[in-house]
C-alpha cells in the first residue's frame, strides 16, 4: 500500500535544476486515489511547484520518506516527510489509506517531524539529497563517509552505481520503512519513479517498489543497497514458468551476492520450495553457491538458449545456466548448469540438479 503513497507524492516531486521536470501520469495518479474528490482535495490544481494541501507546506521537494503503516480502525495510516534535497519539511503528512488496496482516502499535516517514525533516515537524507544536487565533493568522495566499511568495498554486479541505482545519479529518492530492529532500519528504495499501474508500452516492466536498503542504527550509516530484482517476481493470472523461474534464481542470486552484507540468502529461497525435504536436499547438493552449482555467485542466471521447457504431469523441467559476467552467451564459458524442477500447480521447485 505504501506504492500508492510513494506514487502519489512522487508525482509532485520538483526535478532538481540539472533533470527535466517529469510529465504527471493522470492515469497513474487517479488511480493512486479513492475518488476523484478525495485526489481533487489533496492534489489541489495548481501546477508542481505549487503549495499543494497534501505538500504540508513543502512545495518543493525531492526527497520523499514514508513511515511505517499503522493501523487506524478499518483504515490505516502512514507517515510521510518531504525533503528538499537533504532538509525536511517542517510537517509531517498523515496518509489515511484503504488497507486492502492501498489507496489513499486522505491527506491532514501534523506538527514537526517525529524522528521515532522514521529510524535511520538521516544518512540516506544526507547521502541522497547531495547527489541530487550534484555536489562532487560527496559524489566523489572515495571514502564513502555515508556507508559501512563492508558496503564500501564491496562489489556488486558492475552494471550499475552500487549506491544509486543506475548508470547516473537518480533524479529523486524515495524510500519506505520496511522494518526496524535494535540494530537496523531497512528500507523499500526507489531513485526514480514509483509506478503501481502497469505501463502497456513496457508491460514487463515491474511495478512498485524494485529496490531494498538498510541503515546500521549505530553506526548510522547505510551498509546495503540492493538495486532492482529485490523481490521475488510475483505469479500472474497466466505465469511462464521459465520466465518465472529466471526471475525467481534471479532474485537469489542477488541475496546470495549479497550475504556478506547481512542478506540470508537461504531465508529468502526456502519458501519457494515445495517442501522443506525438497530445499534441504537442493540447498545440501549443489555446490559451493548452493542452488546455482558454482563455485562462486555468478553475474547472472538464465535458462539456457536452445533449450525449451519440458512437462510431465505437474512437474516442469528447465534447464538454467550461470555466467560469470553479464550473459555474454559464449558456448563453453557457462560458470554451471543445472536442471531446475518446478511443481506447476504452486511454482514452486521441487528441486535442483547440477549437470556441470
Not at 521536470?21 to 489541489?44: C, H, I, N, R, Y
Request: some cysteine.
Amino acid at each position: 500500500m505504501r506504492s500508492k503513497v510513494a506514487s502519489a507524492f512522487g508525482q509532485g516531486v520538483t526535478a532538481p535544476a540539472h533533470y527535466t521536470q517529469p510529465t504527471v501520469d493522470t492515469a497513474e495518479l487517479a488511480a493512486d486515489f479513492d475518488s476523484p474528490a478525495t485526489m481533487k482535495a489533496a492534489w489541489g490544481s495548481g501546477p508542481v511547484g505549487s503549495d499543494r494541501p497534501m505538500d504540508c507546506g513543502t512545495a518543493k521537494y525531492d526527497g520523499i520518506v514514508i513511515g511505517t503503516v499503522q493501523a487506524s480502525g478499518s483504515d490505516a495510516t502512514v507517515p510521510v516527510v518531504l525533503y528538499e534535497n537533504n532538509k525536511g519539511g517542517a510537517a509531517e503528512v498523515s496518509v489515511t489509506v484503504d488497507p486492502a488496496s492501498g489507496v489513499i482516502k486522505g491527506t491532514a499535516c501534523g506538527g514537526a517531524p517525529s524522528p521515532a517514525d522514521f529510524p535511520g533516515v538521516a544518512p540516506l537524507a544526507a547521502y541522497y539529497g547531495a547527489v541530487l544536487t550534484d555536489d562532487q565533493s560527496v559524489v566523489d568522495n572515495k571514502s564513502h563517509p555515508y556507508f559501512t566499511s563492508a558496503f564500501a568495498s564491496w562489489t556488486g554486479d558492475g552494471d550499475y552505481n552500487t549506491d544509486e541505482c543506475g548508470q547516473s545519479g537518480p533524479d529523486r529518492w524515495i524510500v519506505a520503512l520496511t522494518g526496524t530492529t535494535s540494530a537496523a532500519s531497512t528500507w523499500d528504495f526507489a531513485p526514480g519513479p514509483v509506478m503501481t499501474v502497469p505501463d502497456p508500452t513496457e508491460p514487463a516492466m515491474p511495478t512498485g517498489f524494485t529496490s531494498t536498503l538498510a541503515v546500521d542504527l549505530g553506526s548510522a550509516k547505510i551498509s546495503r543497497v540492493t538495486c532492482g530484482r529485490a523481490y521475488p517476481p510475483v505469479l500472474g493470472s497466466n505465469p511462464k514458468t521459465a520466465d518465472y523461474a529466471q526471475q525467481l534464481l534471479d532474485y537469489y542470486r542477488v541475496a546470495a551476492q549479497q550475504k556478506s552484507l547481512g542478506v540470508d540468502a537461504e531465508a529468502a529461497i526456502r519458501p519457494f520450495f515445495v517442501s522443506d525435504a525438497a530445499f534441504t536436499k537442493a540447498w545440501g547438493s549443489t555446490g559451493a553457491v548452493p542452488l546455482l552449482c558454482a563455485k562462486k555467485v555468478p553475474l547472472s542466471v538464465a535458462v539456457a538458449d536452445g533449450t525449451s521447457p519440458t512437462t510431465s504431469g505437474t512437474q516442469t523441467t528447465l534447464h538454467m545456466v550461470t555466467w560469470p559476467d553479464w550473459h555474454p552467451d559464449v558456448p563453453g564459458q557457462e560458470a554451471s548448469k543445472f536442471t531446475a524442477v518446478f511443481d506447476t500447480k504452486t511454482m514452486k521447485i521441487a528441486s535442483i540438479t547440477c549437470t556441470k
